[in-house]
Structure formats: structure tokens, C-alpha cells
């Protein structure tokens, strides 16, 4: 096994109707023959290789996040991290693709073209690695937040994806398929509940679900870790002894959900059980020394958790 950080890429072999998606998007450095630049971390397993591909950052208040943590202990933990207090957080996005066999296989489709300008640059990034979306045989949703799900459509309302057939846990499709949800959820999410509902009933023909703890495809298990939202999932990536697991949102960032997993973080829509199952799950990362994937872990979201301190620390592996 063996960790490597690229930087940059080339785009090859734009078809037409690519072209004019990248254009549509605004990805205007393609068009004008500069090279983008992005992080992107990649790692063998056995016969299997998996990339974090780029789908730009996030731009989010940083209330998001801190509003219900204990302000006076908040402050140190930020410093000793180097997060300006007040200051927007813009995490990155990162998007894990394994191909493993005759599988090309993505775990979430990025934020595609409606959500914010920042985001939604997987197209360019897998141009990069020469893999076209009809290239793509699976996608496997952690769950349904726009960050994740909305790059699921294109520019013209089409699956993006179209060969693929995709997949989301059980639970998570009821939730946000059900009409009551819009009228249920925090008002402040009613965007994403609709978001959601629309992108996923139009993928409704081409959807398989799973539920905690099935191998869904050869390698891969679904292992449950609500809260973040209802049915998030995470996935167990194996090959022999050798594992990594796909968290999604589960462990949100490298700051104060290392530093403080047991906090209420505002990203959660259940708070109590969100930290509940960060708790455990840092446990696990950290006494099996397991690597895992970030969506929104720095420098392509690749690394391990280290317990030191009272918390503890996200180590970057490239
Ligand atoms: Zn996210």
C-alpha cells in the first residue's frame, strides 16, 4: 500500500457535450488552456485504487459548524488548529472514486452545478484521471446533502452518471423521498429537503438499496453512522487484511470534530446522536489504526485519526 499526493492535472478528450457542461459551469481555466490546480490523494489496496477527486470547497459560516459549541472552550481549540475565529470555513470536498475489477466506482457526485460556485468541479477532475462519467459503473451515496447529492443531475437535468447504477441506504432515501420531510425539517434546510427530493425521485428507476451492514458491491460493506443525518452511511473498503473507510460526513472536519468529537456540531441534524456516533467511530479509527477518508478533510481528505490529548488529531497521509 501506498499513499501519493498529486497536484494539478490536464484535461483530455472533452466530448462536445462536456465541454459545453464545463463551460456551463464556469470552469472558464479549461477553456483558456490554463491548468487547474486541485489536491488530490491516491492509495493501493491489493488489486484495488482508489482517488480522491476535487470537487472544489465549501464556503460556510463558521456559526454553521460552532453555533452550539461551548463558546469559551472553543476559542483555544481553534487557535491551537489555526482557525481564525469569525472567519468563513471552507472546507474542502472530496469525492472518493475506487476502481476495483470491471467496477468504476464513486461514493457521492459532489454538489453539481446549482449549489455554490465553489463547488461542483468534478467534472474537471475527472477528466484528469481520463475517466468520462459514462466510465462510471456505480455511485454510492453517504447521504443526501447538496454537497453530495447534487452533482447526481447535469446542467441539463440529466443524470450525470448515466451508465451507473446508484445506491443509497434504506433509511436515508425514506426520509428525504418523504413528502412530509419538507415540512418537518429545521426551516433553515427546507432547500435541501427539497433539493433532494427532486434529484433522488428523478433517479428513482436507477436506484438500489442498501441497508447497515450489507457487502453491496465485491469489497465493499455499509456501515451505519447516523446523525449527521438521518440514514448517513460510511463504507468499509477491504481487501484481505488491509481496509479504509469512506466516512462522508460522519467526522465533518479536521478541527474541532478531532479535537471534541463529543461536542454538538451544528452540520448534525441530530446532534446528540451525531456525537455519539463520532464518538465511536474516532474510537475505532483510532484503536485499529484505520485510514479513512474525510469529504471534507484537508488535502484530498486521506489520513488516519491519532488519539493525543483529550481528543484527537487527524494525521494526513500522502
Ligand atoms: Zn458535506
Not at 470552469?27 to 485504487?49: F, I, K, Q, T
Not at 451515496?141 to 447538496?146: I, Y
Not at 438500489?208 to 463504507?235: Q, Y
Not at 474525510?294 to 500522502?318: I, T
Request: glycine share 12%.
Amino acid at each position: 500500500m501506498r499513499f501519493r499526493e498529486i497536484e494539478g492535472g490536464r484535461a483530455m478528450d472533452l466530448t462536445r457535450r462536456r465541454m459545453m457542461q464545463t463551460a456551463l459551469a464556469g470552469a472558464g481555466g479549461l477553456a483558456m488552456g490554463v491548468a487547474p490546480r486541485w489536491a488530490h490523494a491516491a492509495l493501493d489496496l491489493g488489486a484495488m485504487r482508489i482517488d480522491t477527486l476535487s470537487d472544489g470547497h465549501l464556503v460556510l459560516p463558521p456559526e454553521f459548524i460552532f453555533g452550539p459549541m461551548p463558546q469559551a472552550e472553543l476559542g483555544p481549540v481553534l487557535e491551537a488548529r489555526g482557525i481564525v475565529p469569525g472567519a468563513p470555513l471552507t472546507p474542502e470536498c472530496n469525492v472518493t472514486l475506487l476502481r476495483s475489477g470491471e467496477n468504476t466506482i464513486l461514493f457521492d457526485t459532489g454538489a453539481g452545478p446549482a449549489f455554490q460556485e465553489s463547488a461542483g468541479k468534478i467534472g474537471a477532475a475527472l477528466d484528469a484521471l481520463d475517466v468520462a462519467p459514462e466510465d462510471v459503473t456505480h455511485v454510492i451515496f453517504t447521504h443526501a446533502h447538496p454537497d453530495h447529492l447534487w452533482g447526481v443531475l447535469d446542467d441539463f437535468d440529466e443524470p450525470f452518471f448515466y451508465e451507473a447504477e446508484h445506491m443509497i441506504g434504506k433509511t436515508e432515501w425514506e426520509y428525504w423521498t418523504d413528502p412530509k420531510t419538507v415540512d418537518t425539517i429545521q426551516p433553515e434546510r427546507t432547500t435541501m429537503a427539497v433539493g433532494a427530493q427532486r434529484r433522488l425521485m428523478a433517479m428513482e428507476d436507477a436506484m438500489r438499496f442498501f441497508e447497515d451492514g450489507e457487502e453491496i458491491l465485491p469489497g465493499v460493506a455499509a456501515v451505519s453512522t447516523p446523525g449527521h443525518t438521518p440514514g448517513h452511511m460510511s463504507f468499509e473498503i477491504r481487501d484481505g487484511s488491509e481496509s479504509v473507510m469512506v466516512i462522508g460526513d460522519a467526522i465533518g472536519n479536521h478541527h474541532v470534530a478531532f479535537a471534541r468529537p463529543d461536542w454538538h456540531s451544528g452540520s448534525d441534524q441530530d446532534r446528540d446522536l451525531g456525537a455519539a456516533t463520532r464518538v465511536a467511530l474516532m474510537d475505532r479509527m483510532a484503536t485499529e489504526q484505520m485510514r479513512l477518508i474525510g469529504f471534507h478533510l484537508p488535502g484530498g481528505g486521506m489520513g488516519r485519526a491519532e488519539k493525543g490529548g483529550d481528543g484527537y488529531r487527524f494525521v494526513q497521509e500522502s
